[in-house]
């Protein structure tokens, strides 16, 4: 059973640019969350994706933007890089639609700084 | 909306040596709470998790948590730690609101396991 990945494992982007971050699930789940991770903070939620639709956001502006396809597999965008959106970014895949009691499986995160 | 304090930021303790880390939560109807593990450079590891029936939860690596609901607490323990346990740990709760069962986490508690 693969678990879940992200690529890439690192990235510098300067301010102003665009970035798009990938994750594919673990095998057999559909639904996909990404979570921001500042340093020293815990995980906040961004926004989930359940078969290919936005399932809730979390309080992040619009130029964070995502996609999941017909694999499950999901992107995250962000555009106009600012220097506050240099974090882990964190992937999680579960396998039912915003279930509270589905446990999220983690990817190992992308690394992105922001100059 | 709920919320999830991790009273320590970090706990040295030497090798061999019981330790607990604190988690107090919001209060809710129903609550549904996780414990996660994350060793320097990686994504988070699912330790264990409450969802419901006895309050003593057994996870992986020898780690336990007691749900109190009197209290509101989840603390995480573990009976003698090894300097393979050092890491940041994060008590998280799954948040019931807008159905995507989202984790609202704690700022994480860094364990220094010392030799």
């Known amino acids: 059973e693969t678990g879940v990945t992200q690529s890439p494992t690192h990235l510098i982007k300067t301010r102003g640019q665009q970035v798009t971050l990938r994750c594919s699930s673990q095998s057999g789940h559909n639904t996909v969350s990404w979570y921001q991770q500042a340093l020293g903070q815990g995980p906040q939620f961004i926004f989930q994706?359940?078969?290919?639709?936005?399932?809730g956001r979390g309080n992040f502006p619009p130029r964070f933007s995502g996609l999941q396809f017909p694999n499950y597999s999901s992107e995250l965008n962000v555009n106009a890089l600012e220097l506050d959106d240099s974090a882990l970014y964190l992937c999680?895949?579960?396998?039912?639609?915003?279930?509270?009691?589905?446990?999220?499986?983690f990817g190992p995160g992308t690394r992105l700084t922001v100059l | 909306a709920q919320s999830v304090t991790q009273l320590d930021s970090q706990v040295p303790v030497f090798e061999e040596a019981p330790v607990e880390l604190r988690c107090n939560y919001s209060s809710s109807v129903s609550v549904y709470l996780f414990w996660y593990v994350q060793y320097p450079n990686q994504g988070l590891q699912l330790l264990l998790k409450?969802?419901?029936?006895?309050?003593l939860v057994k996870g992986i690596n020898g780690f336990e948590a007691e749900f109190n609901k009197s209290q509101t607490s989840f603390h995480l323990r573990k009976p003698s730690v090894h300097i393979s346990d050092t890491a940041e740990y994060f008590c998280a709760v799954s948040d019931g609101a807008g159905n995507t069962g989202k984790l609202i986490f704690g700022q994480g508690t860094t364990l220094q396991v010392k030799p």
């Open positions: 999680a895949s579960s396998l039912g639609r915003g279930s509270r009691t589905d446990t999220q499986y």
């Open positions: 994706y359940y078969r290919e639709e936005e399932n």
């Open positions: 409450y969802l419901s029936g006895s309050t």
